[in-house]
């Protein structure tokens, strides 16, 4: 069976300093992959997606970036990190772009 | 632009109650419609999955249905329990606009009390 993993679940990290956000996917070959932020009380809004190693595609412009350097592996970055990059980020895995979708249990980041 | 809405926002009900958690969309141009639960601070489960060309889907204590045409869905509850206390998001996922992407609701958080 398919499993995702993300880590670390939680993350306090203070302004200006880099990040970096892991997801890797077990079970499956060529995934599609994403990355959501969740801001309290907001919902989840679409950061990046990925169809294939070293294809990103980005939804917003932000202080964020993610790479694919392997089939399974997603990881989400920044150089220099802002108050506002607080949130909760999700990783996801699909098997195709209409098929259903599956959610790590999420890294909450703090930025201070 | 696709929206999607999640009326109530939160719901309270003692245990053992049949419920209803609605969820509408502004454009009909969807493959499918997704259900997710949301445990605090955890990520989301999915519960159910409806393509474009269903009417309904069902699993165990849950039945989601889906009317494209009218941009609805809703998600049914029989005989609540405490442990389906949690956020129900629905998510569609659209034709046009880029298909690889989840357009979320903000969540219907429902709480079962004994």
């Known amino acids: 069976s398919q499993t995702i993993h993300q880590w670390p679940a939680t993350l306090v990290q203070p302004v200006g300093s880099p990040l970096s956000l892991e997801c890797t996917v077990e079970?499956?070959?060529?995934?599609?992959l994403y990355w959501y932020r969740q801001a309290a009380g907001r919902g989840l809004q679409l950061l990046f997606y990925?169809?294939?190693?070293?294809?990103i595609s980005s939804e917003v412009p932000q202080n964020l970036s993610a790479s694919r350097p392997q089939d399974r592996q997603f990881i989400l970055s920044s150089k220099k990190l802002l108050l506002s990059d607080s949130g909760f980020y999700l990783c996801?895995?699909?098997?195709?772009?209409?098929?259903?979708?599956?959610f790590g249990q999420g890294t909450r980041l703090t930025v201070v | 632009k696709q929206e999607v809405t999640q009326i109530p926002a939160a719901l309270s009900v003692p245990e053992g109650e049949n419920l209803v958690l609605n969820c509408s969309f502004t454009?009909?141009?969807?493959?499918?419609l997704q259900w997710f639960r949301q445990d605090p601070g955890k990520g989301l489960t999915s519960l159910l999955l409806?393509?474009?060309?269903?009417r309904e889907q069902t699993s165990g204590r849950l039945n989601a249905s889906l009317d494209k045409s009218s941009g609805r869905s809703t998600l049914y509850i029989a005989a609540s329990q405490p442990g389906d206390s949690a956020t129900y998001l629905c998510?569609?996922?659209?034709?046009?606009?880029?298909?690889?992407?989840?357009?979320f609701g903000a969540g219907t958080r429902l709480a079962v009390h004994p």
């Open positions: 998510a569609v996922r659209p034709v046009s606009g880029g298909y690889n992407k989840l357009i």
């Open positions: 409806i393509q474009s060309s269903q």
């Open positions: 996801a895995w699909s098997a195709a772009s209409n098929t259903e979708a599956f």
């Open positions: 454009d009909s141009a969807i493959y499918n």
């Open positions: 079970g499956t070959s060529n995934p599609n």
């Open positions: 990925s169809v294939g190693i070293g294809q």
